[in-house]
C-alpha cells in the first residue's frame, strides 16, 4: 500500500418512521474483503421489519462494529471501510502533532478510549478516521443511496483524544503521581513529574523507588524517578508522564547548575524534577525515598469500593442486558480494562446451580431467567403500552349467527380457476360498509390539538401472527377495492409479513383494524387498540351451536364479534350502532349489494 490507512466509518443511518435501533441480523461482508459503493454489506431488523443496508464508501473492511444479535443505535458506527492514501508531508501519523501515541499500525479496539473517542467525533463531524488524520481517499465517489446524515461531500473536524484516568493508556502499569511540595525557592511549586510513565521518553528504568536524594541528581542524572510526589497521595496518573510529555529534566537532559540558575536554587529544582521533600525542598537531605503505590493500594489504603475497569457503553449494555454484575468480571485488556470479550465469555459460561440463582427483591422468587426486551418485542410492549396508558377504551359484543356468510363464501369460491376468498376479506368488506356509515370511528384523537381528526380514508390494519411476533400489515385505501381485490391484498401482505420483507409503508398508516383471533381456537376478547386508532373489530371461532330460528332449535355456525372503541371519539350508542349493523352484514351478506 502507498501510505497509511485511513478509515471511514459508516454510522447506521436513520431508517425512517422515529427508529432509533436496529439488531443486526446478518452480514454479508468480511474483515478484509473489498466493498464497492452502495454494496448491501449487512442485514438488519428493526421494530417494523428486516432492512438491507448499503455502504456509501468503497473499500477495503477494516472492521465490523458488531455482532449478529448485537443492537446498534442509529448515528452509531456500524462498520469501518478503508483505502490507501499517499501521507500528506509533516501530517503523517508518527508527525510531532500526532494526538495518539501509539506505535505505527497499532490498531486499538474499538472499545478502548482513545477509538472510542475518534467515533464519536467522527459521529459528530462526520469526518473519516485514521492514525494520520489524512482527509483524502480514494473511495470518494458518490453514493447513490439516499441515507440520512450521508452525502458526497466531506467535511473535516477536530479530533481530541478523551483521556480516562486509571485505564486510559495503552500499556504499562497504573501510575500515580504526587500531591505540589512546598520548596524554598520562587520555584517552590512542584510541576507534574514525569514519574512512573512508561509512555514518557526517559532513560530510567521501571522501578518503585523515589527521585534520588541529592538536588543534582533528579537534573543530571538518568535513573528511575517512579515515585514522585509527597507521601500518602493516591491520586491516579499524571497527564503528563501519560501522554510522554518532555517537561521533566529528566527528559530533557538538563544541569544541575543550569535548573537551579532558571529557578533560584537547586532545592527548587529538586522539587521541579520529582524530589519527595517533607516541607522544604532546599536541603538534599529533606528527600525521601516513597514506594510508588497501584491503583489498588491506593484504593485499599483509601477505603473505597474497588473501580470497575469499563469505559465503552456498549460493554455496559451489553452486560445490563445480560443480567452480569461487571464487578465479578475480570478483565482481558489494557490495565486490566473489561473488554467486550470478557462480558461474551462471562455471559456464556454454564448457568449456576438452581441453588444459587437469583432472587426476586420483591418476593424472594427464584428467577430461572431474563430475556431482554428489545427488537419487535420492545416496540410491540411500548407501543400497546402507550394505547392502554392514553386510550380510555371499552369493548361491547355479541353472538353472531354466520351460516350465511359462510354459505356466500362457499358460492365465491366455486369457481376452482378464480382468485380464492378468504374468511378476512369478506369480513373487511363488512368493516367497509360499518364504518361508510358511522365515519366517526374512522378517526384518531390529536391530543396536542384537543381534536378529534376523522379520515377520508380507509386504511385497514389487519393482526399477522409471524415468527417474529405479531405485526400489523396495512390494506391501504381499502374503501376503493373490491372483494376479490382485497382478498389478493390480504395474500400478498400476509406471505411478505411471514417473510419478514415488509417495507415500512406497509406496516403504518391504518385508521382501523381487524383482528380474527378465531384461528387461535378462542372465542372473544377484550384487546387493545393498535395507537393512534380508535376503534377496532375482532372475530372469535366459528363453531356449530344450537340456535334459534323461525322459533326451531337448529344446528347453526356461530361465531362471537367483539368492538373495541375509543371513547373520547364517541358514545356507546355509536358504538352499539356499528357492531349491530356489521352483525347483520355477518347475518345476511346479501345486504351488502345495497351499498355496492
Known sequence: MGGPVTARVFLLPDLGEGLTEAEIIAWHVTVGEHVSVDQVVCEVETAKASVEVPCPYAGEVVELHGAVGDVVDVGKPLISIAAAVVAAAGGGAGGAGSSDNRPQGLK????????????????????KI???????????SGSGNVLVGYGTAESGGVRRRRVVSGFGGHGGSPRVHGAPVAGSGDGG???????????AEGNGSAGA????????????????????????????GSGAARDGSADSAAARHVSADSAAARNGSAGSAAAR???AGGGSASSPSAAKAVPALSGAAVQERSGAAPRIAVVSPLVRRLAKEGGLDLASV????????????????????????????????????????????????????????RSRREIPDATTWVDVDATGLMELRAALNRD????????????????VAGLARYPELNATVDVEQQEIVRYADVNLGFAAQTDRGLVVPVVHGAHRMSTEELAAEFERLTAAARAGSLPLSDLTGSTFTLNNYGVYGVDGSTPILNHPEAAMLGVGRIVKKPWVVADELAIRQVTQLSFTFDHRVCD?????????????????PARLLRSL
Open 273 to 275: 524534577n520529582g524530589s
Open 209 to 236: 523507588g523515589a527521585a534520588s536524594s541529592g538536588a543534582t541528581s533528579g537534573a543530571e542524572g538518568h535513573g528511575s524517578a517512579h515515585g514522585t510526589g509527597a507521601a500518602g497521595s493516591g491520586s491516579m
Open 189 to 199: 511549586a512542584v510541576s507534574n513529574g514525569a514519574a512512573g510513565s512508561s509512555d
Open 572 to 588: 356507546g350508542g355509536v358504538a352499539g350502532g356499528f357492531l349491530r349493523y356489521v352483525a347483520d352484514l355477518v347475518e345476511e
Open 330 to 385: 475480570q478483565g482481558t485488556g489494557p490495565e486490566g480494562l473489561i473488554m467486550r470479550r470478557d462480558v461474551e465469555a462471562a455471559l456464556a459460561a454454564p448457568a449456576a446451580a438452581p441453588a444459587s440463582l437469583a432472587l426476586s427483591s420483591s418476593a424472594g422468587i427464584a428467577e430461572l431467567e431474563r430475556v431482554p426486551l428489545r427488537g419487535l418485542r420492545k416496540t410491540v410492549a411500548e407501543k400497546l403500552s
Open 416 to 431: 376452482a380457476s378464480a382468485r380464492k376468498i378468504s374468511l378476512l376479506a369478506v369480513l373487511a368488506r363488512i368493516c
Open 130 to 140: 485514521g492514525s494520520g488524520g489524512s482527509a483524502g481517499s480514494g473511495s470518494g
Open 108 to 127: 486499538a479496539a474499538p472499545e478502548e478510549p482513545a477509538d472510542r473517542a475518534r467515533l464519536d467525533a467522527a459521529a459528530r463531524n462526520g469526518a
